[in-house]
């Protein structure tokens, strides 16, 4: 199986949201930053020092980790040109090649760590931190097929829940 995809910064910056949030010390910061709204408003007492102190923690808390993540996104883009490069998939039974304008890399499946299946994209992770990152919209409708080769590599795969229509 070959395809093509380009990253674009918005479907990225996306994807890095939603991959920073959904790790449960990130929702806890959220969270704690909402109960200490929450704390100010029900005891609030005009002129309060602690009042003070727990809205602005609350209000800043998630503003920071969302502006924190906005910049660190948007600074790896620019900097890592290879992730905006157009990058050509080559997918077998056997390995997994990628090239792009400036580079190639070729792997064994038996050197990808998992799979993961997200609502647009297709995430092959050649270690716990780093990934190839193929948007759903690369595939030209050929989701099915990529899914069953990967069924057949024996690599660990996390797919999404699908629903198959019976005819």
Do not use: C
């Not at 910056?13 to 709204?37: A, C, D, E, Q």
């Not at 490069?85 to 580079?103: H, N």
Request: hydrophobic fraction near 45%; aromatic fraction near 12%.
């Amino acid at each position: 199986m070959t395809f093509t995809s380009k990253l674009e910064f918005q479907p990225y910056l996306k994807l890095m949201f939603y991959l920073t949030f959904r790790r449960p010390i990130m929702l806890l910061f959220l969270i704690i930053g909402g109960v200490f709204i929450l704390n100010a408003l029900f005891h609030f007492t005009p002129g309060s020092q602690q009042t003070s102190v727990g809205l602005m923690v609350g209000i800043i808390m998630p503003i920071y980790l969302v502006t924190a993540v906005y910049w660190r996104t948007r600074k790896i883009f620019q900097t890592n040109k290879r992730l905006s490069e157009r990058m050509t998939y080559e997918l077998d039974s056997e390995r997994i090649r990628v090239s792009g304008e400036t580079f190639a890399s070729e792997m064994d499946w038996s050197g990808i760590h998992k799979i993961e299946e997200l609502r647009h994209w297709f995430l092959i992770y050649s270690s716990g931190q780093t990934a190839n990152l193929i948007p759903k919209s690369a595939l030209g409708g050929q989701e099915e097929i990529l899914i069953d080769l990967l069924k057949k590599t024996g690599v660990k795969l996390k797919l999404k829940n699908r629903r198959r229509h019976v005819a």
